[in-house]
């Protein structure tokens, strides 16, 4: 059985004040859940948030690292520097820094590999753009990230790999894929596991949705066979609608 898995991205927005009290307010009305749950403020924030959840049931990550372990790479932090501040998790690969930043299926992979050999579970992301998905080319979009980013890995070390499907076009845009077109990506992205790995690695991989998930949509994706968890994005920054997709994915 795959444990459902919610995280929330915080992305560059909070004071560090606002992160606490974010992260308290979570922390305090989860209670106890069978959900697996994460949020990845800020990096400058971690520490801070990483006092406010110690002991909890809220898993701290970051939003991104660098492959190398140490060294001069100015502004850049490594994965043992998040393993030092309490980070379980990183997010890799999320279509922002592919858009925005630049960042390769080669570089991802570098820092997926960097991650597992320091014992950090990579959310790996991955999702078309919305010319690619009106040009037919989401299946294949998707392979070639999913290839490109996991390239390399041993069957052990991908069954311990989260992905996150997020279609570019629903990213922060309210307009959030149907249960059925993003389920259909999530089997696809099974097979492929099945094809490239085996059949126990599909069947241990968790895949994230993510783009615009709210409260009142959560509940039909999660119900999707394949649709084990969600990378949220603006509703991850309030408690109550944080709390509402946890309790919708029970
Ligand atoms: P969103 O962001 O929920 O605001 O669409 C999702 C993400 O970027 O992970």
């Given at each position: 059985m795959r444990r459902t898995f919610?995280?929330?991205?915080?992305?560059?927005?909070q004071t560090r004040s606002e992160a606490v009290a974010l992260a308290q307010g979570i922390v305090q009305q989860l209670g106890d859940t069978s959900i697996e749950v994460a949020v990845a403020p800020p990096s400058v924030y971690l520490d801070a948030v990483s006092q406010a959840t110690k002991g909890s049931n809220?898993?701290?990550?970051a939003q991104n690292m660098y492959h190398e372990a140490n060294g001069a790479f100015t502004g850049e932090i490594s994965a043992s520097m998040l393993l030092d501040l309490g980070c379980k998790y990183v997010i890799l690969g999320?279509?922002?820094?592919?858009?925005?930043?630049?960042?390769?299926?080669?570089d991802v992979n570098r820092k997926v590999h960097a991650a597992i050999a320091a014992g950090l579970v990579?959310?790996?992301?991955?999702?078309?753009?919305?010319?690619?998905?009106?040009?037919?080319?989401?299946?294949?979009?998707?392979?070639?990230?999913c290839d490109g980013s996991l390239a390399g890995l041993t069957n052990e070390q991908m069954s311990g790999v989260v992905i996150a499907y997020e279609p570019v076009w629903a990213i922060g845009t309210g307009k959030v894929a149907t249960p059925e077109q993003a389920e259909e990506v999530h089997a696809d992205l099974r097979k492929l596991l099945e094809t490239r790995y085996n059949s126990d690695v599909a069947a241990a991989v968790r895949i994230q949705y993510g783009g615009s998930v709210k409260p009142d949509n959560a509940g039909d994706l999660l119900g999707q066979p394949n649709i084990d968890g969600a990378l949220v994005g603006g509703a991850s920054l309030k408690v109550d609608s944080f709390l509402g997709i946890i309790a919708a994915a029970k």
């Open positions: 919610i995280a929330g991205n915080w992305k560059m927005t809220v898993g701290l990550s999320h279509s922002e820094r592919r858009h925005i930043l630049g960042e390769t299926d080669t990579p959310i790996v992301c991955v999702g078309e753009t919305l010319d690619e998905r009106e040009a037919g080319q989401t299946q294949s979009v998707v392979q070639q990230q």
